[in-house]
């Protein structure tokens, strides 16, 4: 597979791997990556933004992906957040051949009913929307990331193509299915924190305190606590020495 779009900020200190969430890019951690002290990666993930698609969509190839991509095996430090946080605990497991020192996942989805399989499922068989202009795409793009009203498009999530614009998102992403957090959690070799904004909807303190004693609220956060307030997350990779 192609090199996934990778930016990168920082040439001192810990090397701290970033993963988005479905439907954003790696432009939402634009913020956190100005904050000095730390050599950042943050790539966009197969099928999202300036990176390649994948013929089929699992926990596994996406991290897979993601650690042939990287300029290094580690040790690094992981924040993930919503799908990136599972992305980053597949990671974490030492089954791609990176060493993961901790991981702090935010904001994942960890109860998954049967409705919200079946919008998962039939969101991934959609045809890509064609918008009219590229302001019409980038405001799709905004929604579909969970984004509006708290950060800019990113110019690299949505893509010109016959008729208008569309979403440079690949759709079939969505067919990604509900994680196997127990198993996932169980097969980690780091530390992992869990943690949830206050307000976040999709992800419940309650739910993750279920999972893991390991888990931390967001004070006053939603669902995009990285976006909304980016130096919540410094206390995270503080905790470590690599």
Request: glycine share 14%; hydrophobic share 45%; aromatic share 6%.
């Amino acid at each position: 597979m192609e090199t996934l779009k990778m930016r990168t900020a920082g040439t001192d200190g810990p090397a701290v791997l970033l993963l988005h969430g479905l439907g954003a890019t790696g432009a939402v951690w634009d913020g956190l990556m100005a904050e000095p002290g730390y050599r950042w990666l943050a790539p966009d993930l197969p099928g999202h933004g300036g990176s390649a698609r994948l013929p089929h969509y699992s926990f596994g190839g996406l991290a897979a992906a993601v650690a042939d991509a990287l300029p290094e095996r580690g040790p690094l430090l992981v924040i993930g957040h919503s799908l990136g946080g599972v992305v980053g605990l597949a990671l974490a497991s030492g089954w791609f051949g990176v060493k993961v020192a901790g991981l702090f996942a935010i904001g994942v989805k960890v109860e998954w009913s049967e409705s919200d399989l079946s919008r998962a499922t039939a969101m991934a068989a959609k045809p890509p929307r064609v918008f009219p202009t590229r302001e019409d795409a980038e405001r799709g793009f905004l929604k579909i990331a969970g984004l509006v009203g708290i950060a800019e498009a990113d110019p690299g999530g949505v893509a010109e193509t016959e008729g208008g614009w569309r979403l440079a998102l690949d759709p079939r992403a969505f067919g990604v299915g509900a994680p196997d957090m127990r198993g996932l959690l169980g097969a980690a070799r780091c530390p992992v924190v869990l943690a949830a904004g206050e307000h976040d909807p999709m992800s419940r303190p309650e739910q993750l305190r279920a999972l893991s004693p390991h888990s931390a609220v967001l004070r006053g956060l939603g669902h995009n606590a990285h976006v909304e307030d980016p130096s919540s997350l410094l206390p995270f990779p503080r905790q470590f020495v690599l």
